[in-house]
């Protein structure tokens, strides 16, 4: 009896998701304020900064003031900076002695700006300090200003623009070539691999045509471009299979990446527990030893990479040993829970503080590639026991982190289902324009 028009109502329902995303996105971001530009384009939304404050370096009237600007050069100090404008050390103390503010001022970094305010005080023969600007960039500013005898502190931030975009990409060599095709940098697409990297290995599992589709917040602050945000939803098609991520800050404000029915990105342990190498050895309980000429199994994966490439603990857990055999040379072993134990032979080295009973962090460095024990060259033998019984690495099934809270989990959907929802529009339209 119903039919449905398929063009009002498709315009309608993306006008509805877009409504419901401004909502949920502005909910999102506490620290911004007062939406002023809309597109259904690229540019979703532009959001005010909540504060514009120059540094005024123009004194009212009276005796003439002298502007410093100084940018701080390695090795710099402010008390070689006041050297150089001959500003007496006394009004340094005075702009230290303003209050935990001017703390952050004893470390100072290279490349950051300085401007100082002084006056030419003739009956003195010195100048007076009237302010320091200290800038760490774009966005933040700690300014003193004179008060009388002593210094006042302020400090200043500034919000940039968010502005949610989309873009996407096809795989012909590398991720990173992707990437900087369509105008993203190596940080966003190491990123992008990282939220993804407990499904897919992105040494070994990488294919060309691989694609992937991003939304994700571009910064601008007075209408220049300074860098990129969040990503805020994420598709990648690794062989086909196609993978989501929404980016979720939780109550508690923790956040982090989940599928759309809200289990976690993550798993309880890493695939690989080295990067950018390659496997020399397969798991393989039937292998024939080539010089031995018998069955000898081989329980692990050989990863080959170069002597000193950090090792990774797979998952959280407390090392029960960190120590050496004929063998296995330098080892270590990890109790992961009451099932799960990971082994990681032949280190040339233990990573810092990893020794027997202490708690190891997952991603933490438990020691380095070497070719200690019976080993012909560099490489890591990695083992995964699952109740004392040896698996192969590459295809156990892994437990995953904890899913969405029960009592998160409207809050979720309401967060996600408009983020999908865009992320499918998006693909449709390149679809048809490719087309
Ligand atoms: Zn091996």
Known sequence: MSSVKQFPQSHLLLAALVALLLTSYLLASPDTHEQDRFTTELVLERLEPTLTEPVSATAPTGPPTHTHTETVRAGDSLAAIFKRLDIPARELQAVLDSGTTAQRLKRIHPGHQLTLITLADAAAGEPTLQ???YAT?????????REGDVFVARHIERQPDRVMAYKTSTIESSLFLASQQIGLNDDIAVRLARIFQWDIDFVLDIRQGDQFHLLYE???LDEEFIGF???LAAEFVNRGKAYRAIRYTDGNGDSNYFTPD??????????????FSRISSNFNLRRLHPIRKRVIPHRGIDYAAPAGTPILAAGDGKVISATRNSASGNFVVIQHGQQFQTKYLHLSKFGRGVRAGKRVQQGQIIG?????GLATGPHLHYEFLVNGIYKNPR????PEAKPIRAKERARFE???APLLALLDNYKQQVELAVR
């Open 131 to 133: 302010s320091l600007s």
């Open 137 to 145: 960039g774009a966005l933040e500013r700690l300014v003193f200003k």
């Open 218 to 220: 571009e910064l601008y």
């Open 229 to 231: 945000g969040e990503i």
């Open 262 to 275: 809200g289990r976690s990105m993550r798993k309880a342990f890493l695939r690989a527990p080295v990067q």
């Open 368 to 372: 380095y590639v070497g070719s200690t």
């Open 395 to 398: 295809t156990v099934s892994l």
């Open 414 to 416: 309401l967060h996600a």
